[in-house]
C-alpha cells in the first residue's frame, strides 16, 4: 500500500504569532478567542473549525449568516490561510477552516486547474527539444463524428497549443481547452500523478460541457505536435485508461432533470443524483494546489512539481489577468467582464474592477448549484496576501439540471462578502515584516 504523503509547511521555529480577534469581531456575549492555528495543512485530515474563522463569519450582513447558520445545507466549506513573512521575504503560513469535510461537493470547472499545471508538467517531463508551450499541438478524431483540431483562430499563430489551452482556461475557463488537456495527459496518468503529489482524494473521469458515457471519457484521443519546420516532435496514440475508481456513494438532490431524445421534453426523475464516478476534487485539493503554484517554495522537497521558473511566471501571469487586457483571444467586455472568474471579490457583479491595487490569482468553478473558488488574493496599494478558498451549494429545490439555481441570491453575494470581510480583517492585522509582493506585479500587456 502506498504511503500516505504528510505535507507539512514551513512554521516559525516554535514560535507562534499571538494575533487576537479584534473585538469587533465578537457577536454579542460571545469571548473573543485568539485564532486556531494550524501548521500542517489538513488535506488528508479534518480540521476543527478555527475560532478566528468563526468570527469573521458572524461579522458578515445579515442577510449572509442565514448561510452560516445552516452551513450543512449549503455544504459550505471555508479554508483561509494567513502569510506572515520573515526578514528574507521567507513566506510562512497559518491556516484556519470552517466546515471542511469529506462530504461531496461537486468541483465543476476547478478540475481545469490541475489539468493545466499537470499539462505544463508533461511538457517538462518529455524533455523534448522543441517542444514547449507555444509548439503547434494537433488532436486527432477518434470517435464517430469527431473533426480533427488542426488549427486555432483565437492564437497569434492561428494553431493549438498547450500553452493557449491553460491560457483559455484560466482566463474564462474555457471547457473545449480543458478537455483537449485531458486527452493530451490521459485518464489514468493524470489521476495517478496527482495521487503521487499526495492529492489521493482526487477522481478525473470526465471531459466537460459534452455527454460521455463512462468508457468514452476512459478514451483519450490521439495528440501529435508539430515543430517549426513541420517536423514531428511528439505522437502520442490513442490510449485507453484501466483506472479503477475508489468506491464512493456520492448522490445529491432529491430529483434530477433527465434529457429525452432530440425534440422530446426533459423528464423529472424523482430520486437523487449520482455523482459517484463524477469528477472529484475537494476544497483542501483546490486550496493546497494554489498556494503550491503561488508559493513554489512552500512544496515537500521530495515531491515537487516539475516546473520552470517561467512556468510559475505564466501561471501566475494569466490566473490574474483581465479577460479584456487579452490580445489573443480577444474577449469582448459584455460578455466577459473583468471580474467574470473572480467570485470571491466581486461575486457576479459587472463593471469595472472595483479596487486597482487588488489582483486574485485563483480558479472558480460553477455547476449543479456549486459555487467554488480557491484564491490567492494580493493588494498591492497596502501590502495585503492571503489565500482563501470555499464552496457554497445554491439549490433551493434540490432539483438537478433544471437551470433553477440560486448563484445570484445566495451564492455570489455570500462569496463577495466573505472575500471582503477577510480583506478588511488582513487590512488590520499587524505583520511583524511589510511583505515584498514585486514578483506577483505581472506585465499584462501582450
Known sequence: MRTVVRLVFFTLAGIIYGCKTPSKLASAGQKSEPPMVSDTFAINTLPANSPLLVELLNSLPEEQKGVVANAEKFKLQIIYTQIDRDKTNKPFFRHHYFNVSDKYTYPASTVKLPAAVLAMEKLNRLGIDGLSLNTSMFTEPFRPGEKPVFEDKTSATGKPSVGHYVKKILLVSDNDAHNRLYEFLGQQPMNERLHGLGFEK????????????????????????????????????????????????????????????????????????????????????????????????????????????????????????????????????????????????????????????????????????FLMDAAYIVDFTNNIEFLLSAVIYCNKDEILNDNRYDYDDVGFPFLKALGQAVHAYEKQRKRTNVPDLSRYKMQYKE
Request: aromatic letters at 16%.
Open 202 to 369: 482526487a477522481q478525473m473521469t470526465h471531459r466537460l460541457s459534452i455527454s460521455l458515457s463512462d468508457e468514452e471519457n476512459r478514451m483519450t484521443n490521439p495528440v501529435w505536435f508539430m515543430g517549426k519546420n513541420g517536423q514531428t516532435l511528439y505522437r502520442q496514440p490513442y490510449a485507453a485508461s484501466k483506472m479503477k475508481y475508489a468506491e464512493r456513494n456520492d448522490f445529491l438532490g432529491k430529483g434530477f432533470m433527465k434529457s429525452g431524445n432530440p425534440g422530446e421534453t426533459d423528464v423529472l426523475v424523482n430520486q437523487p443524483m449520482d455523482f459517484s464516478i463524477k469528477n472529484r476534487w475537494p476544497l483542501s485539493h483546490a486550496h493546497l494546489l494554489t498556494q503550491w503554484i503561488v508559493f513554489p517554495e512552500s512544496q515537500p522537497d521530495t515531491n515537487r512539481l516539475l516546473l520552470s521558473a517561467s512556468d510559475y511566471t505564466f501561471l501566475w501571469k494569466y490566473m490574474s489577468m483581465f479577460p479584456g487586457e487579452s490580445d489573443f483571444p480577444q474577449y469582448p467586455a459584455k460578455d466577459y467582464w473583468p471580474s467574470y472568474v473572480k467570485f470571491l471579490w466581486a461575486g457576479s457583479e459587472k463593471g469595472s474592477w472595483p479596487d486597482s491595487g487588488v489582483r486574485i490569482f485563483n480558479k472558480v468553478g460553477n455547476a449543479y448549484g
